[in-house]
């Protein structure tokens, strides 16, 4: 899963940003000059190669010769004939397409559909903006989705081609609703701000689905019950691991069939053999693991707040100082001084939430230096609401483990406890 928007660690984005090359960089070479025919001693040259002896020579050399072996590629041209209808053209792209390089299965219903159906794009786009207005990115892929589970009642694209441009019009007049309803839950509801606390965001069709058959009139026994399914369905990436397509079918088959949101947990169940959450779930488990924002939820829920500001914390904070990050307790640096293991060093356990001026002025002191201060200024609550163990010698270095230890006891009662109070409303 990503974490949480604007959620991030002291050290580094959790999404990796793809690096920027100063435009200076002296082993740059402009790829115009290679196929210009440049000479290799000059494009050496150029890139700080002094001779045949520097060890960089013979990869530069190699690596400008692969470039330019591109200009030697064969490429397949296929030329259709000009009175093909739209249709077939489609057709044969879908086939061509089947083979070799793969697209992915939305991008080929997507071409089925919008072969017959012209409007379909601009009106898919113009609905994906109405929910980025929401802080909902849902990419084209779920939207299609969605459209043929309403249209077919199952979630796989091959049906696509299939099925009549009047049922796919009805199934996208339905999905929207759908989609509406379940935005407005996952946000008011279940307090997820956005599809990134989600392990996968396909966890929204079966709430689009349910919302429909009931015709939005969802009960408050209903709606708690379809709370509590998604909440472990995420902690149990029901629909991110292998046969997500498989499971997301078995559970639209439970619910169109008149199934219960109680009805979609015996399979996540019969797998795991128990729904709640252990200590030992969380260990050595980093922060892309689904519980991390299961944590944030639990966490949030029980008013943690920015040990500095005391703001509550929330994806949508203005100012950039007040965004939330996701705070190494014992910070990175110290750990690995200590010879600690990375994935105990990443563990949820050592990761609390604050925002990025607080985290910025924390730096690399270790928990003996820096808890005091807060404890100090803003009291114990600070730290307790953040599940901090207040036993001092669990924040000596040297003790890091049995810190560990405690905090994921914490953490895991404290989930269980958010999960029961939106299974039962209490």
């Known amino acids: 899963m ?26 740059l070479i402009p790829v115009t000059k290679v196929f210009k025919g440049a000479d290799d001693g000059e494009l050496l040259k150029g890139a700080g190669v002094k001779g045949f002896d520097d060890p960089r020579y013979q990869k530069y050399v190699e690596r400008i010769n692969r470039l330019r072996r591109l200009k030697q590629y064969m490429y397949v041209m296929h030329v259709l004939p000009r009175d093909l209808s739209y249709e077939e053209v489609t057709e044969i792209f879908v086939r061509v397409n089947s083979l070799g390089v793969k697209l992915r299965s939305s991008d080929l219903a997507l071409a089925q559909i919008t072969a017959r159906w012209r409007k379909f794009l601009d009106m898919l786009t113009e609905f994906q903006d109405d929910c980025e207005k929401r802080w909902y990115t849902l990419d084209a892929g779920l939207l299609v989705r969605t459209m043929i589970v309403f249209a077919t009642k ?29 935005i407005n839950f996952l946000q008011e509801n279940a307090g997820i701000e956005d599809e990134t606390l989600l392990s996968a965001p396909t966890l929204i069709i079966p709430i689009a689905v349910y919302s429909q058959l009931k015709k939005e009139r969802v009960s408050q026994g209903e709606q708690r019950s379809l709370l509590y399914w998604l909440y472990v369905a995420h902690a149990r990436s ?31 169940k019969r797998i795991f053999g128990r729904l709640d ?13 689904p519980l991390f924002s299961l944590a944030y939820l639990a966490l949030k829920g029980r008013g943690a707040k920015d040990w500095e500001t005391g703001l509550g914390l929330g994806l949508g904070m203005a100012g950039r100082q007040h965004v939330i990050q996701f705070h190494h307790i014992f910070p990175k640096a110290v750990l690995k001084k200590a010879e600690y ?41 600070a730290l307790e609401d953040q599940l901090i163990p207040l ?29 029961e109070r939106a299974r039962t409303g209490k």
């Open 238 to 268: 029901r629909y991110s691991r292998a046969a997500s397509e498989t499971a997301l079918n078995e559970d639209l088959t439970t619910l169109f069939k008149g199934g219960k949101p109680d009805d979609l947990l015996v399979p996540i």
């Open 341 to 381: 293991d990375p994935a105990e060093i990443n563990e949820i356990a050592n990761l609390a939430f604050i925002s990025g001026r607080t985290n910025q002025k924390i730096g690399k002191q270790p928990p003996t230096i820096y808890f005091p201060k807060i404890l100090k200024t803003a009291g114990r609550e």
């Open 2 to 27: 990503r974490p949480p928007r604007g959620c991030r660690s002291a050290s580094a984005p959790h999404i990796p940003r793809r690096e920027q090359v100063p435009q200076q960089a002296p082993t």
């Open 277 to 289: 959450v252990q200590a030992s779930d969380l260990a050595k488990r980093p922060a892309r693991s």
């Open 154 to 182: 199952q979630a796989k694209f091959q049906r696509a081609g299939s099925v009549s441009l009047e049922e796919l019009q009805k199934g996208w007049d339905k999905a929207k609703d759908g989609l509406r309803y379940a």
């Open 391 to 419: 036993d001092k010698s669990l924040h000596e270095v040297e003790n890091y483990r049995d810190f560990l230890e405690a905090r994921r006891q914490l953490l895991a009662d404290e989930i269980n406890g958010f999960l």
